[in-house]
């Protein structure tokens, strides 16, 4: 491990949720709007209906009445005390955030060993898939890491300054029953327990990795070192589609990411392309199924790589209306479904095989 100025080029602070911590009338607002003064107006609208609160309780206070409070998600403790006690009942099946932050503290109350357990490369990733999917990750992958693959700060504004070799990214599926709900509660409660479960793992597997010596970043919802979906896609997990999300070929984008950071000698996989752009291109489903229209029809070249436009304004606005995390992409994606596995393995350049996967899913959209 090293201690390093990183040469970043992605920021945490950028994301939408961090911005939405952001408090009005503080210096922290003022000096990002400052230098950000394009995000502002969608950003305090997106604030006046509810923000992250219209999740929290379960939508049971209206966004009139959350804006008339003039508080802040970290205040939700205060607000959950004004539901009644169905309401409440409700909002508290989620407590993803304090079963994650309590993950986050075992971890970090580990040591590494004091002796380095010493493997050939080849064997130790191996074993340390072994124990991920032991652990109850479904799918595991290994990337080198490079300075740019960090956040240069994380949410909160404290600077990334560890910097690990490796990184052990894996993903959990989200239970599909709940997911086809969408965009009501119960797709928000899937996406929830799929963060707990990425931190079980994760955490699980840090402390496997610091017995054997060496010491670890846990990446799980309450702190990133680095941004999951292009690193997942580095580790060969996936590729990033038309919804702006990691697809895999087994689970497509009904995942929940988690990543191990470590200095422990591994093998690092490589990218994978299953034909997922060309497949994307086809579909189309999740563009069309979203009633916030924030996925862009065409594809553009972005960073030497085609991509789709995403409008996360627009998603997350219709968030605060549904006071979900709506979902409605992931539960329109035919690989999200459970196709015949051995056509996606075999639809790289062959569209016969992406289009028997469309109509095999408008099948089974109709009998669902």
Known sequence: METTEPSCIYDSRDTLFARLDLIPGTSRYDEYYSQHPERKES??????????????????????????LKTHHSDAAR???????????????????TTIEDYSRMDMARIPAARQVSLPRGEMSALIKEVAQLYGASLVGIAEMQDSDYYSHRRAGEPVTRHFRYAVVFAVPMERRLINRAPHRATLLATCNGYVDAARVGARLSGYIKSLGYDTSLNSMVHYDVPLVPLAEKAGLGQRGRCHFILTPQFGNRIRLGAVLTDLPLEPDSPADFGLIEFCALCGKCAVTCPSKALSGQPEIIDDRPRWRFDETKCFAMWTRFATDCG?????????????????AVMKDQPDAMWEILREDRMRTRTR
């Open 328 to 344: 409605l992409c992931i539960a329109s994606c035919p690989l999200s479904q459970c196709p015949d596995p051995a056509k996606v």
């Open 79 to 97: 607000v959950l005390d004004l539901l009644t006690d169905e309401d409440l009942a409700q909002a508290l099946m989620d407590d993803s955030s």
């Open 43 to 68: 950003d305090d609208t997106l604030r006046e209906r509810g923000g992250l609160l219209r999740l929290i309780v379960a939508g049971a206070l209206s966004v009139e009445k959350l804006g008339s």
